[in-house]
């Protein structure tokens, strides 16, 4: 496998030993040369006795590592061997299976998968809300009694926040009995009590089913190694060099696990992107971790700086964004969003070279409202796709809501589209669907509509009838059988027969209808099981095809022309004095974002000293969405090789003003002034 390290991985490549941290700006090839490194080491005999550990976050980045690392020793001569690739979840059931009983969980635990916990948290919080109602209610704003619409979006966004607090006192290593002694003095209407009393319910609810949830999994991992020594230094001569990739989307809790791992004198190389840590919104990732990782005293800086995705034109747009924000964002304590790094285009030489097209290709268009922007990003996208039949084409939006409304647009042009990632599990799931609505027919076929809605699988329908009496996990099997599946459209056949079964032995009156209606409502849910079962695997962009996406899931991707929408304060606000997504309009302004409130008290009450909290968590987490904000416009820009199309409207989809970003404001008179 020929490959020419260029300057800034050359230094990465001389890594043999200690911590090293490597911040990498978007397309500079950190899988590439983290391979490289990988190999370089093993064909030099640094790891042995043992292996180099990779540790990742997704099941196509362990294929795609494997696969790399595999061709760099071929490429020596030397077998695919003393290296293991692994998810950090994945990494955390191998200790843990080391010796379970170590920690009292038993051989034959189970991870839960997220449509039972969600069940299962749902149902602890609708009886905690039951039991507790004045107390629930006392957020919502003063006036009128609250209409059954807004007590049904406070009882979703409260199961929601359950989750994330009892992910918070897991992640601080805080078990049900603690958070109950922390919180037992708090006020009724507080959130963080509210999930203090319903954790130990949780917990007790998976110890009856042998399972654990991701979370346990870090947890059990971590007091595994930490009581157990012996088991500790076997894992360290096991494992000698520890690789994270995607370290800025680290939390606390995973870091002190790989901590534990390499040890105080080991080998731990800890690559990421702090301009790309855009998941502390979704999960209980801290992108402050790696930022000190990076400046932390006896650690090697090795930075990759180079990208050969974009042009000349596009980097500079990127590095603008970040130089404003530095220096000019409005408020000065939002400066700090993005670190002061910058990319460079990759000299002649050295492989890939920056796209050189002529002309200007960065674009800023306003509209008068949402319509009109998402029609034009339409018929722009079609026509771009439709002309270009050598270039890639993608749409990034802010929000799932828009991603849907653009998809409504290009299906009414007929234009060749495609979603990507989690912003489509009715397209990526619409086998289980359609399982599911046969699985109904199949329960009451005299039912107006039933076999309408199975007319996907039609053909199939009368000959199930005969098999209609079989038990519903059965029936999904047979039904697979039947049509013949394979591959990934097999396994979610399956998963969806497993978790019939479980209803069954749940529910001992359930029928079939009880099954597929349940089965329905937690595919319709799951975002988790889209992404589990139909995993990007080395995604590649095809010529003539527009694909849609959220800027979030677009990170990792690339396309030729790339256009982003709805740019406006309303998803990217710009003060304090925006509204940001995590606020809820139906709660006192006081209490407008229940979680930054409980997290700013949790580490109030966890603190050693004085020092922890903030005088306003409101402002600091509006700050910090500010601040990811920011950081997913960074991630947004450097999608695109060639051209870029940044958008906004000015009256949204209910009628109400909107402005622009600051940055998109800042940006377009940046390449004004250029011109």
């Given at each position: ?100 009983e ?40 003063d ?115 790989l ?90 030489g ?74 489509a ?26 076999r ?28 697979a ?46 975002r ?8 990007r695997?080395g ?15 677009a ?8 256009y ?33 409130a ?78």
């Open positions: 496998m020929s490959f020419t390290l260029r300057p800034d991985q050359a230094r990465v490549a001389e890594y043999r030993g200690g911590y090293m941290a490597v911040p990498a700006v978007p397309g500079a090839g950190k899988t590439t040369v983290l391979a490289y490194l990988a190999a370089d080491l093993i064909a030099a005999g640094l790891p042995a006795p043992g292996r180099i550990l990779i540790v990742t976050y997704t099941n196509s980045a362990v294929g795609n590592f494997k696969s790399r690392i595999g061709a760099f020793l071929e490429a020596r001569g030397l077998p695919r061997s003393g290296y293991e690739v692994r998810t950090i979840h994945s990494l955390a059931v191998r200790i843990v299976r080391e010796r379970p170590a920690i009292g969980w038993p051989d034959t635990f189970a991870v839960l998968d997220e449509v039972r916990r969600g069940a299962i948290l749902g149902a602890l919080t609708r009886r905690w809300i039951a039991a507790h109602g004045e107390a629930w209610q006392s957020l919502l704003r006036g009128e009694e609250s209409p059954p619409d807004v007590l049904s979006r406070w009882a979703e966004r409260t199961q929601a926040l359950v989750a994330r607090l009892i992910q918070s006192f897991k992640a601080r290593r805080i078990g049900p009995e603690e958070a109950l002694a922390l919180t037992r003095s708090l006020p009724e209407h507080l959130p963080l009590r509210w999930a203090a009393e319903v954790y130990p319910e949780y917990q007790r609810a998976l110890a009856r089913e042998g399972l654990v949830d991701f979370d346990d999994l870090m947890l059990g991992a971590y007091r595994l190694l930490e009581g157990e020594p012996d088991l500790l230094q076997r894992l360290r001569q096991r494992w000698t060099y520890i690789f994270e990739d995607e370290a800025q989307d680290s939390y606390r809790l995973q870091e002190q696990v901590r534990l791992l390499a040890g105080p004198d080991g080998n731990l190389v800890r690559v990421g992107d702090a301009n790309q840590a855009i998941m502390g919104s979704f999960t209980t990732a801290e992108p402050d971790l790696f930022r000190r990782f990076v400046r932390e005293p006896g650690v090697a800086v090795r930075p990759l700086t180079m990208a050969g995705r974009s042009s000349r034109e596009i980097i500079d747009l990127a590095n603008e964004l970040v130089r404003w924000t530095r220096e000019e964002h409005p408020d000065p304590a939002c400066r700090d969003a993005l670190e002061a790094q910058w990319i460079e285009p990759v000299p002649p050295y492989g890939q070279r920056n796209p050189e097209p002529a002309g200007r290709r960065v674009f800023f268009k306003a509209y008068g409202t949402y319509r009109e922007e998402l029609a034009d990003l339409a018929r722009m996208a079609a026509r771009s796709a439709q002309q270009h039949t050598d270039a890639t084409v993608g749409v990034l939006l802010p929000t799932n809501a828009m991603v849907a409304d653009l998809l409504d647009e290009l299906h009414r042009l007929e234009a060749p589209v495609a979603p990507v990632g989690a912003t599990p009715q397209e990526r799931l619409r086998l289980g669907a359609n399982l599911l609505a046969a699985l109904a027919f199949l329960a009451a076929p005299h039912i107006p509509g039933r309408a809605s199975a007319s996907a699988l039609e053909p199939h329908l009368d000959g199930w009838l005969a098999a209609a009496s079989l038990p519903a996990d059965e029936l999904l099997l047979h039904m059988a039947d049509l013949r599946l394979s591959g990934e459209d097999l396994a979610l056949a399956q998963y969806l027969a497993l978790r019939a079964r479980r209803l069954l032995e749940e529910e001992s009156l359930y029928g079939l209808a009880d099954v597929a209606r349940e089965l329905a409502l937690g595919l319709e849910k799951s988790w099981l889209a992404d589990a079962l139909y995993d695997k995604f590649e962009p095809k010529p003539g095809v527009v694909y849609v996406t959220t800027c979030h899931s990170k990792g991707l690339e396309w030729d022309t790339v982003v929408g709805g740019l406006t304060r309303a998803q990217l606000p710009g003060s304090v004095t925006d509204y940001t997504p995590a606020e809820l309009w139906f709660l006192h302004p006081a209490q407008a974002n229940p979680e930054a409980a997290l700013d008290l949790l580490d109030r009450l966890t603190a050693a000293d004085d020092t922890a909290g903030v005088a306003d968590p409101v402002v600091a987490a509006k700050r910090e969405q500010i601040g990811e904000r920011l950081r997913l416009f960074y991630v947004a820009i450097t999608r695109a090789k060639v051209n870029l199309v940044l958008s906004f409207h000015r009256e949204n989809q209910w009628g109400k003003v909107v402005r622009p970003t600051p940055a998109l404001v800042a940006l377009n008179q940046f390449v004004t002034k250029a011109r």
